[in-house]
């Protein structure tokens, strides 16, 4: 079974460009969450959907971050313009909803780096 | 809010020694579960080993148990045999139960395994 697959693996850019991320879940997994860990701290939650609707948003920099999960299998993240802030790890996982451990299976990353 | 807490930046073990790592949360839920995840430089959250609150019986799985300590809310794990490859960094995580929780994580411990 294949994991779940995040591309670019490393991205750096001057502050003020656009970037986006891309995050293919697992097949079936019809949750799926971005996070952002920053270094030497725990990840924490971007923004988690189910299938195609955005159900937790409210971690989410709304006034230069953006997301959508099309057709409810992968997604995109998208940061304009990016900031010297930004620069952090992204991660996205997924999950298939429910008991018995709501088990969140994590992709590799995308680095971040704003100069 | 729930919280957690890892008040241990860095840990050192021996090489088929035993270390454990500690984990404290703040929650006045009663369904909720725990996580540990480790992330090696690859930067791939693996789940290691989960606990359901319900459930008394301390989890384990091969070399890795918790020490799950309801009424203190203490969530330790303990590494036996330990490995050259068990170094990473150790994130403890709490998950509100339903379908609404999220992942709220510890700001990790970094682990070391001298040969």
């Known amino acids: 079974e294949a994991g779940v697959v995040q591309s670019p693996r490393y991205k750096i850019i001057e502050k003020k460009q656009p970037v986006a991320f891309w995050c293919n879940p697992i097949s079936g997994h019809n949750t799926l969450y971005w996070y952002r860990q920053n270094l030497g701290q725990g990840p924490e939650l971007l923004i988690r959907?189910?299938?195609?609707?955005?159900?937790?948003d409210s971690q989410l920099p709304k006034d230069r971050f953006s997301a959508e999960r099309l057709k409810g299998v992968d997604s995109t993240l998208k940061i304009q313009p990016a900031e010297l802030g930004d620069s952090a790890v992204y991660l996205c996982a997924s999950s298939l909803e429910g008991p018995p451990s709501y088990e969140q299976y994590f992709g590799p990353g995308t680095r971040l780096t704003v100069t | 809010a729930q919280t957690v807490t890892q008040s241990q930046p860095e840990m050192s073990v021996q090489e088929a020694e035993t270390v454990t790592l500690s984990c404290t949360y703040d929650?006045?839920?009663?369904?909720?579960?725990l996580f540990w995840y480790k992330q090696p430089p690859s930067r791939q959250m693996i789940l290691v080993i989960r606990q359901e609150a319900y459930k008394q019986q301390n989890a384990t799985e091969n070399r890795f148990s918790v020490n799950f300590q309801k009424a203190a809310k203490s969530f330790s794990l303990k590494i036996s045999d330990s490995q050259l490859g068990d170094a990473a960094m150790y994130f403890c995580?709490?998950?509100?139960?339903?379908?609404?929780?999220?992942?709220?994580f510890g700001k990790g411990t970094k682990l070391s395994v001298k040969p």
């Open positions: 959907y189910e299938n195609e609707e955005a159900v937790d």
């Open positions: 995580a709490y998950r509100l139960g339903g379908s609404q929780g999220n992942l709220i």
């Open positions: 929650t006045s839920e009663s369904d909720y579960y």
